[in-house]
């Protein structure tokens, strides 16, 4: 069972940058695939980014494209979403969460194995 803790979400103003983390329990967080998903108010849970094992492969929603940055330390057990030019449309819970299977399948499927509680994010105009 992996025990994944968001951290670092916050209130910001339209432009502005912040950083999340989430904490792995799992010693062997380096075997998962990982990603960000978010939810806002009213709407259905959205695919933010994802990262291979390895850190090498990494895929993007169409709305973060250029603008988020997912990385990844396995030997901290982290995993990372740096968030810049925030717009009040990124506004919602972000969720981190691992799988098994390949950074792909999070992508296009939207599954994981494990997820987060998340952290929220409020970017005011």
């Known amino acids: 069972q992996v025990q994944l803790v968001e951290s670092g979400g916050g209130l910001v103003q339209a432009g502005g940058s912040l950083r999340l983390s989430c904490a792995a329990s799992?010693?062997?967080?380096?075997?998962?695939?990982m990603g960000w998903f978010r939810q806002a108010p009213g709407k259905e849970r959205e695919f933010v980014a994802a990262?291979?094992?390895?850190?090498?492969?990494?895929y993007y929603g169409d709305s973060v494209k250029g603008r988020f940055t997912i990385s990844r330390d396995n030997a901290k057990n982290t995993l990372n979403l740096q968030m810049n030019s925030l717009k009040p449309e990124d506004t919602a819970v972000y969720y981190c969460?691992?799988?098994?299977?390949?950074?792909?399948?999070?992508?296009?499927?939207?599954?994981?194995?494990?997820w987060g509680k998340g952290t929220l994010v409020t970017v005011s105009s």
């Open positions: 990262i291979s094992r390895n850190g090498f492969t990494r």
């Open positions: 799992e010693r062997t967080f380096s075997t998962y695939a």
């Open positions: 969460a691992a799988d098994a299977k390949p950074a792909s399948t999070i992508k296009n499927y939207g599954v994981a194995d494990y």
